[in-house]
Nanobody
Framework: QVQLVESGGGLVQAGGSLRLSCGAS????????MGWYRQAPGKQRELVAT??????NYADSVKGRFTISRANAKNTLYLQMNSLKPEDTAVYYC???????????????WGQGTLVTVSS
């Protein structure tokens, strides 16, 4: 089994910053693409940012404000969020593609989510 645990969410005023972390643990052989998604109340889950060996990708709404990074040695994913806006309020989910140790399964894993609330 593989687990993802997010942390770092909370309440912040507009214009402020937060840093989200996501730690992966369990029967991990390799981790491929990793990403952050978010779901605001009453809306569908949407892509925020992804990171692969080829580079990074951001939603237009967060470009220039958010930065995704990863620490491969720690199996950890980060999202630095600056210049936060009320419309960034959502539950943020971590996602990754994992190949497990024997029997070498390919899995897509989601974290439980962490709530980010931006007040105006």
């Amino acid at each position: 089994q593989v687990q993802l645990v997010e942390s770092g969410g909370g309440l912040v005023q507009a214009g402020g910053s937060l840093r989200l972390s996501c730690g992966a643990s369990g029967s991990i052989l390799t981790i491929g693409a990793m990403g952050w998604y978010r779901q605001a109340p009453g809306k569908q889950r949407e892509l925020v940012a992804t990171i692969t060996r080829g580079g990074t990708n951001y939603a237009d709404s967060v470009k220039g404000r958010f930065t995704i990074s990863r620490a491969n040695a720690k199996n950890t994913l980060y999202l630095q969020m600056n210049s936060l806006k009320p419309e960034d309020t959502a539950v943020y989910y971590c996602n990754c593609e994992v190949v497990t140790t024997a029997p070498f399964k390919s899995l897509e894993v989601w974290g439980q989510g962490t709530l980010v609330t931006v007040s105006s």
